[in-house]
C-alpha cells in the first residue's frame, strides 16, 4: 500500500470505525478477497476486546499487507455492505446489484501463454503493403498516427483484484507505441471520471491532424458496461457514441477503433461439437448522398468475449485477449491489415483454454461502417 492510501486510512480512521456496521460480513469479505487469511482474520473476532478495538486492529492490520491492500480493503467494504465506509476513502458509491457477483476468471491456458518479456514490432517495409488505390485503404501516415486512450482499472470496488492488470497496461502501452500512437493512459477510474476523460479526449483540438484513434479498456464488466474503480458502471455504448461523426467532429470519416477486455456475463464456455454452416442472404444497400455520412462509421469494436460470458486473465502474462493483441500485431502489423490481424487474434483465442477446466473464450468483432483496409505502416 502506497503512503498516499495509508494516509487516507490513518487520517478517516475513527470516521471508518464509525461507519461499518456489519463488522463480521467485513471480516469475511476480507477473507474471501484475501485481505487477510482466515488466522489473522479470526483475531479481529476475539470478545474480550470492544469492537471498537477490534476495528481498529482490523484497519492498522490493513496498511501491512501489500502494495494492492487498499484496493482489496475498499472492495471488501463494498462487498460487505459497508458503503458509507467505503466511501470515506474515495467516492465509493453502492454499485449495481448486477455487478456486485463476479466469476472467477483468472486462468492459466493450454497451451501456456508466457509472458511477453520483449515487444518488438516488425517494420514496415511499404506502405499499405503495395496498395495504392486510396479508395480502399484508410490514410495512416500521420505522426504520430493517432491518439490512443488506455484505461485499465486494476480495482473495482465490490470485485476480486484483476491480477494481471498491470501487465495489460505494459503490453498495450508499448504496442501502441511502436505503433506510431501518443498514448494517453488512466488507471482505477471511477464512473464520473471515466465519462470525463472520455468526453475531455474526444473534444482534443490535436484529433484534427491525426490519421486514427484507438481506445483500450481492461476492467471488471457485464455485457453492456465495464465497471469502474468505484463499482459503478459506465456502458460501452455511452463510449463508443462519443466518438461518432456527430459527436467528435476531428474524427470524422477516419477509423476508430476499440478494443475491450471486460467480463460480459457470468456464463462459462465449454465448447460445441464443430457443425458446417449455413451462407446468410444479403441485400445490396440503398446508395447515398456522398456529401453525407452516417452518424456512426469507420468504428472497429473487438470484445475480447462474447455476449453474457467472461474473459480470462493471467495474474502473469495478462488478459489473453491484449497478450495475444500484442503477439500478432509484433509478427504481422507491418505487412497485414487491421481485419488480417484481427481474423488471426481470433484463430489464437479460440484454440486456448483454460486450466484445468478447459474453458473457451470467442471475440467479438462489430463493425460500423467499416468501408476500407488499415494498415498501421509501423515505422514508416
Known amino acids: ?46 470478545t474480550s476486546k470492544t469492537e471498537t478495538e477490534r476495528k481498529t486492529e482490523f484497519f492498522l492490520a490493513s496498511l501491512k499487507r501489500g502494495p494492492a491492500a ?52 516488425k517494420p514496415a517495409k511499404r506502405l499499405y503493403n503495395g496498395i495504392t488505390d486510396a479508395k480502399e485503404i484508410y490514410k495512416m501516415t500521420s505522426s504520430p498516427r493517432g491518439y490512443a486512450l488506455l484505461v485499465v482499472n486494476k480495482y473495482c470496488a465490490g470485485y476480486n483484484v484483476r491480477l494481471g492488470a498491470d501487465e495489460d497496461f505494459r503490453l498495450m502501452s508499448e504496442l501502441l507505441t511502436q505503433l506510431g500512437y501518443e498514448i494517453i493512459s488512466y488507471r482505477d477510474q471511477s464512473e464520473s471520471e471515466l465519462k470525463t476523460i472520455v468526453t475531455t479526449f474526444t473534444m482534443m483540438e490535436k484529433l484534427k491532424n491525426a490519421d486514427s484513434c484507438i481506445v483500450a479498456i481492461s476492467s471488471h464488466g457485464e455485457e453492456d458496461v465495464i465497471a469502474c474503480s468505484d ?89 489473453w485477449f491484449f497478450s495475444t493483441i500484442v503477439k500478432v500485431m509484433m509478427e504481422y502489423a507491418h505487412n497485414e491489415d487491421l481485419q488480417s490481424l484481427l481474423t488471426k487474434v481470433t484463430r489464437h483465442l479460440n484454440r486456448l483454454k483454460s486450466y484445468p477446466d478447459s474453458e473457451k473464450q470467442a471475440t467479438q468483432k462489430i463493425e460500423d461502417g467499416w468501408e476500407r483496409k488499415l494498415f498501421f505502416n509501423p515505422g514508416l
Open 70 to 121: 487498499f484496493g482489496l480493503l475498499v472492495g471488501a467494504l463494498a462487498t460487505s455492505g459497508n458503503y458509507d465506509a467505503a466511501s470515506v476513502l474515495g467516492n465509493v458509491d453502492i454499485p449495481d446489484s448486477r455487478l456486485i457477483s463476479q466469476p472467477h476468471s483468472f486462468a492459466e491456458t493450454t497451451p501456456p501463454q508466457d509472458r511477453i518479456e520483449v515487444i518488438n514490432v
Open 231 to 319: 463499482g459503478r458502471p459506465v456502458s460501452i455504448k455511452y463510449i463508443t457514441s462519443r466518438f461518432n461523426n456527430l459527436q467528435c467532429p476531428n474524427l470524422k470519416g477516419k477509423p476508430k477503433m476499440f478494443f475491450i477486455q471486460a467480463c460480459r456475463g457470468s456464463s462459462f464456455d465449454n465448447g460445441v461439437p464443430v457443425f458446417d454452416y449455413a451462407d446468410s442472404k444479403s441485400k445490396d444497400p440503398t446508395p447515398v448522398a456522398e456529401s453525407y455520412l452516417p452518424t456512426t462509421t469507420d468504428t472497429m469494436i473487438f470484445y475480447a468475449t462474447q455476449p453474457g460470458y467472461v474473459a480470462y486473465l493471467n495474474q502473469n502474462s495478462g488478459s
Open 1 to 46: 500500500m502506497d503512503e498516499h492510501d495509508k494516509e487516507r486510512i490513518k487520517t478517516n480512521l475513527t470516521r471508518l470505525i464509525a461507519n461499518v456496521g456489519d463488522f463480521d460480513a467485513l471480516i469475511n469479505a476480507a477473507i474471501q478477497n484475501e485481505l487477510f487469511p482466515p488466522l489473522i482474520s479470526e483475531s479481529f473476532r476475539i
